[in-house]
């Protein structure tokens, strides 16, 4: 016995080798070798700045601190109106998506009315609103909010009702004919087939609508994330620029991870682990 403990016992290197393949593993050694290749990218080209030129700079930024006592770093107050702005815009965009999306994968007449307008509209890149609502409504609070709503809205009314139509006429048609009512059709028919179209198109939404309002704002803001990160541009200071432009990434994937992850997790808590399927099925068997 304890020669075969001894035969299958890993070699010193496997832990090393599993760590590396591993989901966490994977991610620390990529972000290691992106700093390393960025390091090396500063001696060949000067005005890439450092990465602890960012980090620095960064620190003054959060923290509030000073450039020489000429002027304060500011972050939070430019986060905080960014974020309302992208939440009135994501809210108004997300709700005129469901209700367009489902009114195009329920009636054919509406399909024939919208579904070619909206098409269109997905096609239209973030930046051409941010130009258009800039055009429409000036400098101020509406023009970031619109756009959000704009590059928002298309995404989510798409999949909306392709989740609709996804949905088995065999269905509706006998939960009517066993005389389920609309709010029970609703909730386990309607609801649990399109959820996952809501998710979908929801991601998309908030990835490209956090670009549109970040656009908007470099165009026609007097305050927030966007407008800021312009500051620095105009300033010359690329660390600046750079760092401002890396928290737009790290807000992005925060709000992936921590926020739809999770949701679309407890919205999908009905359904069965393939190893629980597996088990249902072994019991059936047996």
Do not use: C
């Not at 006592?69 to 309302?84: C, D, I, P």
């Not at 620029?241 to 999770?262: E, H, M, N, P, Y």
């Amino acid at each position: 016995m304890t020669t075969l403990i001894q035969e299958v016992e890993p070699e010193p290197d496997s832990t090393i080798k599993r760590w590396l393949v591993s989901d966490r593993g994977a991610t620390i050694s990529a972000a290691v070798l992106f700093l390393v290749m960025w390091q090396l990218l500063t001696l060949f080209a000067p005005r890439v700045p450092t990465p602890w030129a960012v980090v620095k700079i960064m620190w003054i930024e959060v923290t509030g601190g000073d450039y020489g006592s000429v002027r304060k770093g500011e972050f939070w107050n430019h986060y905080a109106a960014t974020l309302q702005r992208y939440a009135y815009g994501l809210a108004i965009g997300f709700t005129a998506g469901v209700l367009v999306g489902a009114l195009i994968g329920a009636s054919n007449i509406a399909r024939a009315l919208i579904s070619d307008t909206v098409l269109v509209l997905l096609a239209l890149p973030a930046f051409v609103w941010a130009f258009l609502t800039t055009m429409w409504f000036g400098i101020g609070w509406q023009a970031p909010v619109l756009t959000v709503a704009f590059t928002a809205f298309p995404f989510v009314a798409v999949n909306v009702a392709q989740g609709v139509r996804a949905i088995t006429p065999d269905l509706r048609h006998m939960s009517t004919a066993f005389g389920v009512t609309p709010v029970k059709r609703f909730r386990h028919l309607i609801l649990a087939g399109i959820t996952g179209y809501v998710f979908a198109g929801l991601r998309f939404a908030m990835i490209v609508s956090w670009n549109g309002v970040l656009l908007s704002e470099w165009f026609n803001g007097q305050v927030g994330v966007g407008f800021r990160t312009r500051y620095w541009f105009d300033a010359n200071r690329y660390p600046g620029f750079l760092g401002w432009v890396i928290s737009f990434i790290i807000f992005v994937v925060a709000l992936d991870r921590l926020v739809l992850t999770k949701l679309q997790a407890r919205a999908f808590r009905w359904r069965k682990t393939n190893d629980e399927l597996d088990k249902d099925l072994l019991a059936t068997v047996g």
